[in-house]
């Protein structure tokens, strides 16, 4: 039941607000909705909830209903949850306002803030008009992180919620604008726009519409007072084109650089109520440059065969594809407008892609016409990496050294005419652009989570000034291209993980050493090499501070026990070593490996000191040794970090210990142990240590103070058990048998000699 109140809710409110619809369009509604996601205080991208909607064909209108709840309790307290979305591909945020790496290119998703308070869920509704198409992401987190490390279960944390409900709005049937065939629509009130669609094939270097021979109840109108809208929402920084055709008889509209090989949504909207307008619309597409044909597979198959048959790449087991540009050619022949390299396109693992160039990783360039490159990262799964691109001038290929190699890279369509002060921006995408020359021949660009979409790189020779005086100027340009889960793998001071939404993969950097960022690449509040050496040097060599438990135990011949001590210290101290940042790195063995050696030798030494404190006979004490530790190494591959891993075998062996210390104290009618020296000068100080310890690992320790807290954590729990180690029995000596051993072989000896004893 308490699911079907934000629904309900939704579905009126959607069909209040658009329940008006033309008369002459068939209008659907669909629902899409997620179960709850639990959120996390943001410390890196992996603590974001990344949700995906795909939004369908022909949509005119989505409402989405953002839920967010917290749990009861006096623990729970106010705070705010922040929602990014964005269109195409994951959202690109940055709330801890680090710096992004040098050759970063993106814009921030369009984000705003739920308040989670105590009067009940917060219900936030988010319409949006036209729509683009395809997939939609939705990412929602805390605050900050503070830093504060608490072990799993002892404190009882606040939990918070966060559901997204979409309602589509779309229409079946709409209209397609033919280019050149006039299309005859009405307009009764600005509640009911009239909606159409065109397909931009590709090489199309302008959409031209003309509205007009406006009609208002069988007359002529003077002037069309409808609104022309060209393009979808999409949340970025280039918004749909909008034209007012008030006080014109014709309306003209214009859109530069179109997107290829999709369809444009048409708007018109009435601006006057209760009015019916009838107008008629027509759309003329201008083709632009087009590269000249080449011959079908010939040339392709001749340089993937290679001279030895090798190859193009050494790894033929690749999945590869080959886009429709490769079958033209790539040199411009006659009055050519436009050179087109033939791209390959190389599948090398997950959210990884390179691209080559059929004819070799040179790009000739001229000032005569652009070359373009399509890079096809319209799969899907694409656009949770980061695409890279690097280019370098070749400035001995340069025919005149003034001349500007201009690069713009831009999604959905190219810009073709590149110049100083043209900028790389098409009709609904905001491109990126890059300049080089003799004095700087190097440009690099990288783009977290590109959009899925065909990517265009345009490449021009121009001159900054008299380009008469320049003449025809060629070049060549070396360039790499490729789709990568992370750059550089993080870097040093990162780690490059691979997350995963419903079916959906992308990847993020998650850094360490202080280090920042989108790549790790911010040093602003970065440790230093000494600090990072500090570390690893207090918490390993504290661990040498087991070193007297061991001796203790072994002189009072607790060899068990001094074996578990010495375990935990070898692989708590490589553990130490091998969990460092940045390059005080030292791992003998798998990480995990020796985290799990760690925990459990550090949970088996508190066992065995326990049971051992408690003097119970060595049969049964073996006994609880052996079958403690395999419940807690069971315990332990269950859940490492829980809270009852290591409470439950205290509290375990501490009633053991009781129940023993109380059993002699009744036998002996004196409490035990006998001495206030051993309680004075042993017992309290290692309880003392102890539970000072055990205070420091559970409430004390953050990220800014771990080196220390935990160090201290070895010393204290180390000290703990020189004290709380009973004396050696009497009976044994160190290094020696026990008198019990001597006395049953003398038994032995005297049965063996009575066999043989003749009555």
């Known amino acids: 039941m308490k699911k079907r109140g934000p629904v309900c809710l939704l579905i009126a409110v959607f069909l209040t607000s658009c329940c008006a619809t033309a008369d002459d369009l068939t209008y659907v509604s669909e629902f899409y909705s997620k179960v709850p996601q639990k959120l996390s205080t943001y410390s890196w991208y992996g603590n974001v909830r990344l949700l995906l909607f795909k939004i369908p064909q022909d949509t005119v209108f989505v409402q989405w ?13 106010n705070t705010t949850v922040t929602v990014h979305i964005r269109a195409g591909a994951p959202p690109v945020i940055n709330p801890l306002e680090t710096q992004f790496s040098e050759n970063a290119a993106f814009s921030l998703a369009h984000n705003f803030t739920l308040m ?45 919620f966060f559901q997204p409900q979409m309602f589509v709005r779309r229409v079946i049937d709409m209209p397609v604008l033919e280019p050149g065939v006039p299309l005859q629509q009405t307009v009764s009130s600005p509640d009911k726009p009239a909606v159409l669609k065109v397909f931009i094939p590709a090489y199309t270097a302008e959409l031209t519409l003309r509205l007009g021979g406006c009609r208002t109840e069988n007359s002529t109108a003077d002037s069309c007072p409808l609104v022309l809208t060209l393009g979808s929402a999409a949340l970025t920084r280039t918004s749909p084109k909008t034209v007012n055709c008030s006080g014109q008889a014709e309306c003209p509209a214009r859109l530069h650089s179109p997107p290829w090989e ?44 290679g001279v030895n048959g090798t190859g193009l790449f050494s790894n033929a087991t690749s999945n590869a594809t080959l886009p429709v540009d490769s079958l033209l050619n790539s040199a411009p022949s006659g009055d050519s407008c436009l050179r087109s390299q033939p791209v390959f396109r190389e599948d090398v693992d997950v959210v990884s892609v390179r691209f080559a160039l059929i004819n070799g990783p040179n790009i000739s360039i001229s000032s005569q016409a652009p070359t373009l490159i399509s890079l096809n990262l319209n799969s899907g799964a694409d656009s949770g990496g980061t695409l890279v691109l690097d280019l370098r001038l070749n400035q001995t290929s340069l025919t005149h050294g003034n001349a500007t190699v201009v690069v713009c890279v831009s999604a959905g369509s190219p810009v073709l005419t590149l110049n100083e002060s043209q900028s790389c921006t098409t009709a609904f995408s905001q491109g990126y652009s890059l300049r080089m020359n003799g004095t700087s021949p190097e440009a690099a660009l990288h783009i977290p989570f590109p959009e899925t979409a065909l990517w265009y790189l345009t490449l021009h020779t121009v001159c900054p000034a008299h380009a008469s005086e320049c003449g025809k100027v060629s070049g060549t340009v070396l360039a790499s291209s490729l789709l990568s889960a992370c750059v550089n793998d993080c870097g040093t001071y990162g780690e490059c993980r691979l997350l995963r939404s419903y079916g959906y993969l992308y990847a993020a950097c998650t850094c360490k050493a202080g280090q920042r960022g989108w790549s790790c690449t911010d040093a602003s509040e970065a440790q ?97 040794f052996m079958l403690g530790t395999l419940v807690i190494a069971m315990s332990m591959q269950l859940d490492r970090r829980g809270m009852w891993n290591m409470l439950g075998p205290c509290l375990c062996a501490g009633l053991a210990m009781i129940a023993a210390w109380i059993y002699r104290g009744v036998q002996r009618r004196q ?3 006998t001495t206030w020296k051993r309680w004075v000068f042993f017992l309290l100080p290692g309880i003392v240590s102890a539970v000072v310890g055990i205070s420091l690992y559970v409430f004390a320790q953050t990220d800014e103070n771990y080196l220390y807290t935990h160090s201290a954590w070895h010393i204290l729990v180390a000290s703990s058990v020189v004290f709380l180690l009973p004396p050696r029995e009497k009976h044994k000596k160190p290094w020696g048998w026990s008198q019990e051993a001597i006395c049953g072989y003398q038994i032995c000896k005297n049965e063996r000699e009575e066999l043989y004893t003749v009555p």
């Open 65 to 77: 209903l953002f839920t967010g709840s917290r749990g009861a309790g006096a623990t729970c307290a």
């Open 671 to 673: 409490c035990y142990p």
């Open 116 to 160: 989670l308070g105590s009067a009940g869920p917060n219900m936030t509704f988010f319409n949006l008009t036209n729509p683009a198409v395809g997939d939609w992401f939705i990412a929602a987190h805390l605050p900050k992180d503070d830093g504060k490390i608490e072990p799993k279960g002892f404190s009882s944390s606040c939990s918070y």
């Open 528 to 624: 230093s090499y000494a600090r990072q050496m500090l570390a690893a040097l207090l918490l390993t060599l504290s661990n040498l501070m087991f070193i007297p438990p061991i001796v203790v135990a072994v002189y009072r011949y607790y060899i068990v026990e001094a074996s578990v001590y010495l375990f935990t210290m070898f692989f708590s101290t490589f553990y130490h070593a091998c969990d460092q940042p940045g390059v005080t790195v030292m791992c003998i063995m798998d990480y995990d490996t020796l985290q799990y050696c760690d925990f459990l030798g550090s949970v088996s030494s508190i066992w065995v000191t326990i049971l051992c404190m408690a003097r119970v006979k060595d049969i049964f004490k073996y006994m609880l």
């Open 262 to 305: 999709s369809w444009v949504r048409i708007t018109v909207e009435s601006l006057n109520s209760n009015l019916s307008i009838s107008f008629q619309i027509t759309a003329a597409l201008t083709a632009g440059c087009k590269p000249k044909s080449g011959r079908l597979f010939g040339d392709f198959f001749s340089k993937f065969s």
